[in-house]
């Protein structure tokens, strides 16, 4: 029997590897997969993505369909090769580590304090983690801005954020 694969218009219009059988009703994708197993923390690049056909109902909801998603991000817990990649698995790699100094910084209208501290987590740029200033043992929560630059809000004016 012979089949013909031709492209299709459909939901994964943006997508131009998706292609239906002529004499099948359901469409297939071509999904980014990885070609070898990628460790918790790696970067993974486009030298690391391979495609595998998978059926279209596959890459509904949490999957990933576009390799551009995939490059530059990290796993979060080791990724085998050849599988679909939920979108979940994935986040920005964490450019601080936990138990590394930091300048803290605080910032309140024309004030600027920064103080030395020491990262309790991990956390990519833009994540909140907590730091610890060494210089009064205080715990706080900061915004990881750079490798070692963390900028940081008063518990008082955390509050009135959270309302």
């Known amino acids: 029997?012979?089949?013909?694969?031709?492209?299709?218009?459909?939901a994964f219009a943006d997508n131009p590897?998706?292609?239906t059988a002529g004499n099948a009703s359901a469409e297939?994708?071509?999904i980014p997969v990885l070609k070898h197993p990628v460790r918790a923390g790696e970067t993974?690049?486009?030298?690391?993505?391979?495609?595998?056909?998978?059926p279209a109902r596959q890459a509904y909801g949490n999957?990933?369909?576009?390799?551009?998603?995939?490059?530059?991000?990290a796993p979060?817990?080791?990724?085998?090769?050849?599988?679909?990649?939920?979108?979940?698995?994935?986040?920005?790699?964490?450019?601080?580590?936990?138990?590394?100094r930091v300048t803290m910084i605080y910032r309140s209208n024309n004030l600027e304090i920064r103080t030395l501290g020491e990262a309790l987590d991990s956390g990519a740029k833009g994540d909140v983690i907590r730091v610890k200033n060494l210089a009064s043992?205080?715990?706080?929560?900061?915004?990881?801005?750079?490798?070692?630059i963390v900028h940081t809000s008063s518990p008082e004016s955390n509050a009135a954020e959270a309302m």
Request: net charge negative.
């Open 17 to 19: 590897d998706i292609f």
């Open 63 to 73: 999957i990933i369909i576009d390799s551009k998603d995939l490059i530059g991000k």
């Open 137 to 148: 043992k205080t715990i706080v929560d900061g915004v990881v801005e750079s490798g070692n």
């Open 76 to 100: 979060k817990r080791t990724i085998a090769q050849g599988r679909p990649i939920r979108q979940d698995e994935i986040s920005n790699p964490a450019i601080l580590l936990k138990g590394a």
């Open 44 to 54: 993974i690049t486009a030298e690391d993505i391979d495609f595998k056909k998978e």
């Open 28 to 30: 297939e994708a071509q």
């Open 1 to 10: 029997m012979l089949f013909l694969l031709f492209p299709v218009h459909s």
